[in-house]
């Protein structure tokens, strides 16, 4: 598999998993709460897998994707760093998220078989991680729609394709 198919699933599986974040939380299943939080767990533990992936990737390879061309000077300074910052972003909040369920003063399974912490937190701790998780989650959730704006932009305005490069070839006939 090559580098930039290997880029393209970790791109997808990951942007599926945080619209699952975005569009679920573990208070949204009121019927049964652990199976929402283990359920979310279990996604946690998806996303840090393609996290790992990915930043071993890009610390040994570095940034994939170039600059376009078509792009003028204070585009192609904010490219990269655009990119760098969602490489670091996404870590971070896998992080936070780990942090927030080991500070758990109850045990989380994830997918309802994995236990991923002790069990032994303290409830303010806990609920103090869980705010900042909460936090740092937004503003990944701000960098995201920044970063697919700059490239809708790109692909319709300065008609680069810059869409073509990161979907796959089977929907490349409607773009």
């Known amino acids: 598999m090559s580098q930039r198919t290997l880029v393209k699933w970790l791109h997808w599986l990951s942007f599926g998993v945080i619209l699952y974040f975005f569009a679920v939380e573990p208070e949204d299943i009121p019927s049964d709460p652990a199976a929402g939080l283990s359920l979310h767990a279990g996604m946690g533990l ?6 790992v992936v990915w930043t071993v990737l890009y610390l040994a390879k570095g940034l994939t994707g170039r600059p376009g061309p078509k792009l003028p000077g204070w585009a192609k300074t904010i490219h990269p760093i655009g990119h760098k910052v ?9 992080a936070s998220g780990a942090i927030a ?3 758990a003063p109850f045990v989380i399974h994830a997918f309802g078989s994995i236990p991923i912490n002790p069990g032994f937190g303290g409830k303010g701790i806990h609920d103090f991680a869980q705010e900042v998780h909460e936090l740092v989650f937004d503003g990944l959730i701000l960098l995201i729609a920044s970063h697919v704006v700059f490239h809708l932009w790109r692909h319709f305005w300065l008609k680069d394709n810059a869409l073509r490069i990161m979907m796959p070839r089977i929907l490349h006939k409607y773009l």
Not at 46 to 51: K, T
Not at 87 to 92: A, C, L, M, N, S
């Open 86 to 94: 969602l490489q670091i972003g996404v870590p971070v909040v896998v």
């Open 101 to 103: 369920g080991l500070a």
């Open 46 to 51: 998806i996303l840090a897998i393609v996290g």
